[in-house]
């Protein structure tokens, strides 16, 4: 365990906590797809002095002096983040995913134009436009859907004649409850033909792209992306937006972010990006990002051949969206209940066109970032998965459960979370 000593002598309250939740990550097992375990030497630049200083603007262009250290670690981030994408521009300031986007439809729309994204239900993201959320107020959301969601397949046809009907000016590419690779080559086609930019939000998916187990989908002639660093790129809580070989897009992201909805950015956040890039830029990061699919491939088998139906027919990236309602009778709230009981943790989540309610969906949403991150490999991948079914299959016989907590203890304490990856 760490050291939170000064905490500790000050707020024994506040130090209860953190250690709680240290304990708790240690010995359970965290399949939540969009949760990671950072490095020590990244939680030490979160906890540095850089959290000190103001630093509104951007490098050689700030509102305050002192800005020496500042300027030398945000233009590190900033170019270790275009060497991870291959791209040439990259801001590094949106306090995290949601900003990010919020920040990007400003810099590129006015009040009343139209997004088309993807369906909430069908994997889009809450930011992509869910009535609940403020730019829905001002700007105006369309959708696509999977053709067919045994397939995972999007209905490109139809996203061509949304286009053609409601003139987008963005096209978004992105989710966090989507199992399958995308055809950026089609959505860029698509784009074309409406003159839409392309934008990817690749939030779940910014570390298996750096680490080229999937796609990048600059390669295929994408505009923008917006992406998390804290998901599989296992960074610091924070977001991002890139652009490649786009001036005008990239000056007015620059100025969205500051001056126009963010204040001083958070300099220790962006020293923990800079440390988590230089991670991800380091060659066993590739193996890393590879391991996350061939492990959620192996649990994809066991949910398979227990006839567990998964949307999309299985996975091509780090997650796994299961209907357990459908398939064993289990609600998705009940799953992630009784799971927890166990110490797996993951997330009920909505189906494709769910006839369930959002809070108790018919189904589970879970993923291998973290449990790679532990050491897993396909092995131990198999046991977890086969641990889940036996639980959710006895789920209300506590001498099963008790002894799949055992079991799942034993297995987290034989993979301690690893304190540095380089
Ligand atoms: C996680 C996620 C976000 C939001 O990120 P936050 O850091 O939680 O604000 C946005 N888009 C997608 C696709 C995501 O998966």
């Known amino acids: 365990m760490k050291s939170y000593s000064f905490i500790q002598k000050q707020d024994q309250d506040v130090a209860n906590a953190i250690s709680g939740e240290e304990k708790r990550q240690a010995e359970g097992l965290e399949l939540i797809p969009s949760e990671n375990y950072v490095s020590q030497a990244v939680l030490q630049a979160l906890g540095s002095p850089m959290t000190n200083k103001y630093s509104e603007g951007y490098p050689g262009k700030r509102y305050y002096g002192g800005q020496m250290y500042t300027d030398a670690v945000e233009t590190i981030a900033?170019?270790?983040?275009?060497?991870?994408?291959?791209?040439?521009?990259?801001?590094?300031?949106?306090?995290?995913?949601?900003?990010?986007?919020?920040?990007?439809?400003?810099?590129?729309?006015?009040?009343?134009?139209?997004?088309?994204?993807?369906?909430?239900?069908?994997?889009?993201?809450?930011t992509h436009g869910h009535p609940v959320t403020a730019v829905t107020k001002v700007f105006n959301f369309v959708r696509y859907k999977m053709k067919d969601a045994e397939t995972g397949e999007i209905d490109y046809d139809k996203m061509l004649a949304v286009a053609k009907q409601e003139k987008p000016k963005i096209i978004l590419a992105g989710f966090s409850a989507y199992s399958r690779e995308l055809d950026y080559k089609k959505f860029v086609d698509i784009a074309k033909e409406v003159g839409a930019i392309t934008v990817a939000d690749m939030a779940h998916i910014a570390g298996l792209i750096a680490g080229k187990a999937l796609r990048n989908p600059f390669d295929d002639g994408f505009d923008v992306i917006t992406t998390t660093t804290h998901k599989t790129l296992r960074g610091p809580r924070g977001g991002m937006i890139l652009t490649r070989e786009n001036e005008e897009i990239a000056q007015r992201v620059d100025k969205t972010i500051f001056p126009g909805m963010q204040?001083?950015?958070?300099?220790?956040?962006?020293?923990?990006?800079?440390?988590?890039?230089?991670?991800?830029?380091?060659?066993?990061?590739?193996?890393?990002?590879?391991?996350?699919?061939?492990?959620?491939?192996?649990?994809?088998?066991?949910?398979?051949?227990?006839?567990?139906?998964?949307?999309?027919?299985?996975?091509?990236?780090?997650?796994?969206?299961?209907?357990?309602?459908g398939s064993l009778g289990v609600s998705g709230a009940d799953a992630e209940k009784v799971l927890d009981e166990v110490g797996i943790t993951l997330n009920k989540n909505a189906i494709a066109d769910d006839v369930r309610k959002p809070m108790d969906p018919s189904g589970i949403r879970f993923g291998t970032p973290a449990i790679t991150t532990r050491g897993f490999t396909e092995k131990e991948s198999t046991i977890v998965a086969e641990k889940m079914i036996e639980t959710l299959t006895h789920k209300d016989d506590a001498s099963v459960k008790a002894r799949i907590k055992t079991e799942i203890e034993d297995l987290a304490s034989r993979f301690p979370i690893p304190e540095s990856f380089v």
């Not at 990010?100 to 439809?105: G, I, K, T, W």
């Not at 590879?290 to 649990?299: D, E, F, G, P, V």
């Open 78 to 126: 900033q170019s270790r983040a275009k060497e991870l994408f291959n791209c040439d521009f990259a801001n590094v300031q949106p306090l995290s995913g949601a900003p990010a986007n919020v920040a990007l439809y400003f810099a590129l729309l006015n009040p009343g134009d139209t997004v088309l994204g993807m369906d909430l239900s069908h994997g889009g993201h809450l």
């Open 263 to 325: 204040g001083g950015p958070h300099m220790n956040v962006i020293a923990a990006k800079a440390v988590a890039f230089g991670e991800a830029l380091h060659p066993n990061f590739a193996v890393y990002a590879s391991q996350i699919l061939k492990n959620a491939k192996a649990m994809e088998e066991v949910f398979r051949k227990n006839n567990i139906r998964m949307l999309g027919g299985g996975t091509s990236n780090h997650l796994i969206l299961a209907d357990v309602f």
